[in-house]
Every structure is written in structure tokens, then in C-alpha cells.
């Protein structure tokens, strides 16, 4: 691992090559140090050397990593076209290494949320709650009427995690889906997102239809001594 780390540090064109070489590396810590060390190096003299480098093949996961911590736009859209590859392993590893892009993989993510693909949409929408990122909201808040349950649910949640209280008008509309999954998903939201129009929302919930969705609204108000 010093090893590694002292290629890392040494600024040169020619540690390259063996940190690329120790992403393959069985010892884990081994490998970590190559992607932190190849990230440190910077994007303008490492991406020429990524993108060559076949999903297929090779160690995709800590090059994936690499991408994601690298953030710029280039290695979003690698990372956002392996979202589209015929591997769910591929898929799954780059909507994780997105997460780590922060706001610069909202674009690709959101882009990704009109996949034909529904496992790709709900992995997207996974990924944009992640970020936490509010420019996501609004492309969350329309795939709260996604054609698949599990991309809905997802965006629902992930609205959740952002914590944005322009979502919940789209929140309370998506108590009337016909999957019970989805709806029981609101009050969760409402009460992460806690402002008082979202407690406002809780009250709606605590009156529905649907006994569940009563029974989690009544419990988010009482923990928030509403």
C-alpha cells in the first residue's frame, strides 16, 4: 500500500501504468489505494486511459469508482453509458459510483430516468436520492407517475432523502396509486421532509383509504410530536 501511495504522490506520467495494473490486485486495501491514487492524479492525465478500458473486462468496479470520484462531466457520461449495459453487475456498479459524482451525475441520472429499461429508471432514481442533489426534484417528482411500481417507489423515497418540500404536492397525488407499496411510501417521505406543509400532508395521510398508510402517518406524527 506505501508503494502504491508513493506512485500516487510522485505526480508522474509514469505511475500510470502499474496503479492501472494494481486495480487487479486480490488485496482489497491494495486496490483502494490505486483508485485513490489514480484519482488524486487528476482527470485530464487519468480518463484518456479509463475510457479504453472495456466494461467487460478488467476490474470495472474500482475503475467505476474511479469515475465517480473523478466527477466531471466526461466520466459521468462513461459511468451514465454503462447504465445501459446488458450486465445488471455493470448497471448496478455504475448507478453506485454515480452516487459519488454528487451533482455532476444529475444530468446522466435524470437522463437515465427514461430508460426503456424500468430496473435502469429505479436504479437511477435510486441513485439521484443519494446525491441528495434538490435540481433532482423535479425530474423525480414526474417519475412519481413512472409506468413501472418499483421506479415510482424509488422516486418517492429518493424525494425522501432529498428532503425538498416542492415535492410534496407530488407526494400527497401519489397516495391514489394502485400499488400499495408506493402509497405506503408517502408518509415516509412526508415526515423526512417535515416542514409544516409536509406534517400538513401527514394529516391527509392519516385519513386515508388505505389502513396502512393510516397507521404510518398516525406513528410519524406522534414520533414528531405532531
Do not use: Y
Not at 478500458?53 to 466520466?75: C, D, F, H, N, Q
Not at 459510483?97 to 429499461?117: K, Q
Not at 415526515?191 to 392519516?206: H, K, M, N
Amino acid at each position: 500500500v506505501a508503494e502504491i501511495e508513493a506512485l500516487g504522490e510522485s505526480g508522474s506520467d509514469d505511475a500510470i501504468a502499474p496503479l492501472l495494473a494494481a486495480l487487479r490486485d486480490g488485496d482489497g486495501n491494495v486496490s483502494e489505494a490505486a483508485v485513490r491514487a489514480l484519482v488524486r492524479l487528476g482527470p485530464d492525465r487519468v480518463m484518456s486511459r479509463l475510457s479504453t478500458r472495456p466494461r467487460g473486462a478488467g476490474p470495472w468496479k474500482p475503475v467505476a469508482r474511479i469515475l465517480g470520484l473523478l466527477g466531471t462531466a466526461e466520466s459521468c457520461a462513461l459511468l451514465g453509458a454503462a447504465l445501459r449495459d446488458p450486465s445488471e453487475d455493470v448497471r448496478v456498479t455504475a448507478s453506485l459510483a454515480l452516487v459519488d459524482a454528487g451533482e455532476a451525475s444529475v444530468p446522466v441520472l435524470v437522463e437515465a430516468l427514461a430508460h426503456a429499461d424500468p430496473t435502469v429508471r429505479s436504479r437511477a432514481a435510486m441513485s439521484l436520492g443519494r446525491t441528495k442533489a434538490r435540481s433532482a426534484v423535479w425530474a423525480l417528482m414526474a417519475a412519481c407517475t413512472d409506468e413501472a411500481p418499483e421506479v415510482r417507489m424509488e422516486a418517492v423515497l429518493a424525494l425522501a432523502a432529498i428532503r425538498d418540500e416542492r415535492a410534496v404536492p407530488a407526494l400527497l397525488d401519489t397516495l391514489s396509486d394502485r400499488a400499495e407499496v408506493v402509497r405506503q411510501a408517502v408518509p415516509i417521505a412526508l415526515a423526512a421532509i417535515a416542514t409544516p406543509a409536509a406534517f400538513e400532508g401527514l394529516r391527509q395521510c392519516a385519513q386515508s383509504d388505505d389502513g396502512m398508510v393510516r397507521w404510518i402517518a398516525k406513528s410519524e406524527l406522534e414520533a414528531a410530536g405532531q
